[in-house]
């Protein structure tokens, strides 16, 4: 299976060693997240369970978790199928991705000696961001760009919006990968736009936090939200 041989190479080290179960889950979500693994294209347990050298149980389990971030599409007795981002879909992940954090970030101006902290991590991951995109690591990228919005959203301390976002995480990541795949100059213009919305966090302004928002996500991933 060539995407397992592709993919590989992008798995972070972890703290301590992953469990097979982990080791499946993270293979293949930076295999579609990437692109590796294309849309639509069919996998199955067995294929993986040998092409990693484990039992099928741990991959079952594994597709399980990818089904239910929505990266997979689960077929008994057949396999799975990667899923696919249409136009629709877009716009309906980044809408509701919106909502969460504007609702965070106005939460957050109510609380404003909490507004220091947050905004050091965000701009840690903005120099992690920075320092992926000279490095042409793509994945990083699109991951850190994800943990800087998830951060802020972070500030609803609500473990539902938490749980929810959890489970966009995959998609989010997918949809940042294929902006940066698709025009290597959106790297400096999300990096720039991140600035812009730290800045106006810091500031407590939220009503220009939520226009920067909205234009950071239209203009970077091609999509028309929902007035």
């Known amino acids: 299976m060539s995407f397992l041989q592709a993919s590989g ?11 097979a179960v982990e080791r499946v889950y993270t293979t293949v979500a930076d295999a579609i997240i990437t692109g590796t693994l294309a849309a639509s294209s069919l996998i199955t347990e067995g294929e993986v369970a040998e092409a990693l050298s484990i039992s099928r149980t741990p991959v079952r389990e594994a597709f ?18 990667v899923t696919a981002l249409g136009d629709r879909e877009t716009a ?11 609702t965070a970030v106005t939460l957050l101006s109510e609380r404003p000696a909490d507004i220091p902290g947050v905004d050091a991590e965000l701009q840690h991951l903005i120099r992690v961001q920075s320092d992926a ?4 690591d ?21 473990r539902v919006i938490d749980g929810i976002y959890t489970r966009l995480g995959p998609r989010l990541e997918r949809l940042v990968h294929r902006a940066a795949l698709r025009d290597p100059r959106n790297l400096d213009r999300l990096l720039a736009e991140h600035r812009l919305l730290a800045h ?9 936090y939520e226009v ?3 234009e950071h996500v239209e203009d970077g991933h091609h999509a028309q939200l929902a007035p």
Do not use: C, W, Y
Request: proline share 5%; hydrophobic share 50%.
């Open 9 to 19: 190479g992008a798995v972070r080290p972890p703290a301590a060693a992953p469990s």
């Open 133 to 136: 995109a000279q490095a042409g």
């Open 64 to 81: 399980l978790a990818l089904e239910a971030h929505g990266l997979l599409t689960l077929f008994p007795k057949k396999g799975a199928v």
């Open 92 to 102: 309906e992940l980044l809408q509701v991705r919106v909502m969460l954090e504007n």
């Open 212 to 214: 920067a928002l909205r």
């Open 200 to 208: 106006h966090l810091r500031g407590g302004d939220t009503l220009a």
């Open 138 to 158: 793509l994945l990083t990228f699109a991951r850190a760009d994800h943990r800087f919005h998830a951060r802020i959203v972070d500030e609803t301390h609500n």
